[in-house]
């Protein structure tokens, strides 16, 4: 059974950065998609970024293009959000999941971690 744990998320000033981690057990992660979405209070939950298995292939949603980035490391099972310049706006639970697609789709994929907050004030 695939177990996604996600870590890194905290409070930071508006203009900083942080840098999330999904750390992934069971299954072959290297097949798959790993994505980033967020949920803030009274929202609906909204794809961040994706990066294929291979890390040929990334997405962003346009509100985070050219702050953050994603990335992955197979041989240790992890998935990075770099997250830079920083908005109050940005706050939010911060999810990880993999899937066998590389897609905005929050549909297709599986698996999902329990979350991790992050806030950034004003």
């Known amino acids: 059974q695939v177990q996604l744990v996600e870590s890194g998320g905290g409070l930071v000033q508006a203009g900083g950065s942080l840098r999330l981690s999904c750390a992934a057990s069971g299954g072959t992660f290297s097949n798959d998609a790993a994505g980033w979405f967020r949920q803030a209070p009274g929202k609906d939950r909204e794809f961040v970024a994706t990066?294929?298995?291979?890390?040929?292939?990334?997405y962003y949603t346009d509100s985070v293009k050219g702050r953050f980035t994603i990335s992955r490391d197979n041989a240790k099972n992890t998935v990075f959000l770099q997250m830079s310049s920083l908005k109050p706006e940005d706050t939010a639970v911060y999810y990880c999941?993999?899937?066998?697609?590389?897609?905005?789709?929050?549909?297709?994929?599986?698996?999902w971690g329990q979350g991790t907050q992050v806030t950034v004030s004003s």
């Open positions: 999941a993999t899937g066998r697609v590389t897609t905005r789709n929050a549909y297709y994929y599986s698996h």
């Open positions: 990066i294929s298995g291979n890390s040929d292939t990334t």
